[in-house]
C-alpha cells in the first residue's frame, strides 16, 4: 500500500482521479487547508489540493513573478501555463499570503483555464464575530458553485460530506499518533506521501487505503534506537527527498505542525450541528493554525511544546520557503522560545525543488551529531 501511495504522491495526477473523470466527476482545485474539502465533496467534486510535482521549472512564470516571490507560486503557475492541470474544473484561492493572491490575479489575466476561478476571503482570527463572517463567505462560495455549474448543494450532501472527513482525519490522525511509539512505523517521508496521495484521491477511496495502511503499519518498525526524534516545523512542503535525506542522515522525524500535515487533520467538524456550513467554518478557524492567523502564536506554540513532550522529540527543524514572510516572522519567536527549553533547533531556507542538496544535508547531519555527542556525555 506504501508504495502504490508514493508512487500516487509523485504524480499530478493519478488513475483514480483521472478514471473519475472518465466518468464524469468534476474536479475542483485548492490551495490552502484553510479551503474546506467537505463543501467541495458535498457539490459532487473531488476537492484535489494544488501541487508542484513533476514541474521542470518556473521559465514561464517567471514572466508574471519576479524571482522574490514565493517558490511554490511559481511553480505551481507555471504549471498552469504548461496546462498541466488539465482535470481541473476549477480552482478555489484563498488569501493565506500576498504570493498566491498574486497568482490568482495572473491566472485570471492569462485566460488559462479553468474559468472557474474562485478567491475565498477567510477571516484572520477565530473568534465567534470571524466564525459568523467565514460562515456567510462559505455561503457565497455555495451560490456561486451552484450558479456557475448549475447544481444544488444540500444541507444533507454537507452533513455527510462532514462525516466522510471526520473519518478520513480520525484515520490520519491515528496513523499520526503511532509515531509517538519508540518503534516508529512510519517514516516523515512516508507520512507526506500519504498526505500528498489523500489530498488528490476521492475520499471514499483515500478511507480504504487510510484503513488497509493502519493495518499494514501495525508491526512495522523503521526507526532505529540510535535515531534523533525530529520535530518539524514547515510551512508548505512536499520535497519526500528532503525529507529522506533527514531520515537517512540519521534522524526519524515523528512530528509536525506543517499545512500538509496536522494542520490538515486536526480537529472534526461537528456532525450535529443544525447549520452544517458554520460547523464546517468552526471546524476550519479553530483547529492549530498557520501563521497567517493573527494572535495564536501562544497556542501554536503550546502546541509544540505538547508534541515535545508526547513524540520524545530530541530536536527542531524549522523549514520553510525563501520569500515567506508569514513563517519568517514566525520561526524567529520559535527559536527565542525553543531556546528556553534547551532544545536543539536547525532553521531552513529554501526554494522549492532548488537543489542545494549538499549544503542542506551537511547542515542536517551537524545537528544530528551534535545532538547524538550530547546524548552520549548525558
Not at 518498525?221 to 512536499?238: A, F, N, P, T
Not at 535525506?245 to 443544525?274: H, P, R
Amino acid at each position: 500500500m506504501l508504495k502504490e501511495i508514493r508512487e500516487i504522491a509523485k504524480k499530478t495526477a493519478n488513475q483514480y482521479l483521472l478514471e473519475a473523470k472518465k466518468n464524469n466527476k468534476k474536479i475542483m482545485g485548492y490551495f490552502c487547508c484553510y479551503v474546506p474539502e467537505e463543501l467541495i465533496h458535498a457539490a459532487g467534486f473531488i476537492p484535489y489540493r494544488m501541487r508542484a510535482v513533476e514541474n521542470q521549472g518556473t521559465a514561464k512564470s517567471d514572466a508574471y513573478f519576479s524571482p522574490s516571490n514565493c517558490s511554490f507560486v511559481r511553480q505551481c503557475f507555471n504549471k498552469a501555463l504548461d496546462d498541466e492541470y488539465p482535470f481541473l474544473d476549477g480552482v478555489i484561492f484563498m488569501n493565506s499570503c500576498d504570493h498566491l493572491r498574486r497568482m490568482y490575479d495572473n491566472w485570471k489575466h492569462s485566460n488559462k483555464d479553468p474559468k472557474f476561478l474562485y478567491m475565498l476571503p477567510v477571516p484572520h482570527k477565530s473568534d465567534e464575530i470571524c466564525i459568523e463572517e467565514f460562515t456567510r463567505e462559505l455561503n457565497s462560495l455555495k451560490t456561486d458553485m451552484e450558479k456557475f455549474f448549475g447544481l444544488q448543494i444540500t444541507a444533507q450532501a454537507l452533513k455527510n460530506s462532514i462525516q466522510l472527513y471526520n473519518k478520513q482525519r480520525n484515520l490520519l490522525m491515528s496513523i499520526y499518533n503511532l509515531r509517538k511509539s519508540d518503534h516508529v512505523p512510519l517514516k516523515g517521508s512516508e507520512f507526506t506521501d500519504i498526505m500528498l496521495a489523500v489530498t488528490s484521491l476521492p475520499v471514499e477511496v483515500s478511507i480504504e487505503m487510510l484503513e488497509k495502511i493502519l493495518i499494514e503499519i501495525k508491526d512495522r518498525k523503521v526507526g532505529r534506537e540510535s535515531d534523533v526524534r525530529i520535530y518539524l516545523g514547515s510551512g508548505y512542503h512536499e520535497e519526500q527527498a528532503l525529507l529522506d535525506l533527514m531520515e537517512e542522515s540519521g534522524g526519524i522525524i515523528v512530528g509536525d505542525n506543517s499545512c500538509l500535515g496536522i494542520m490538515q487533520f486536526d480537529l472534526n467538524a461537528d456532525e450535529n450541528a443544525k447549520d452544517p456550513i458554520r460547523s464546517i467554518a468552526g471546524r476550519y478557524l479553530k483547529r492549530i493554525s498557520c501563521p497567517r492567523m493573527v494572535d495564536d502564536f501562544r497556542r501554536r506554540l503550546d502546541f509544540m511544546h505538547a508534541a515535545i513532550k508526547e513524540f520524545k522529540v530530541d530536536a527542531v527543524i524549522l523549514d520553510k520557503l525563501e520569500f515567506c514572510t508569514l513563517w519568517s516572522g514566525t520561526m524567529y519567536l520559535y527559536k527565542k522560545e525553543l531556546e528556553k527549553i534547551n532544545i536543539p533547533l536547525l532553521k531552513l531556507s529554501r526554494e522549492l525543488y532548488g537543489g542545494a542538496t549538499g549544503q542542506l544535508k551537511t547542515r542536517v547531519q551537524a545537528l544530528i551529531e551534535g545532538v547524538k555527542n550530547q546524548k552520549t556525555r548525558i
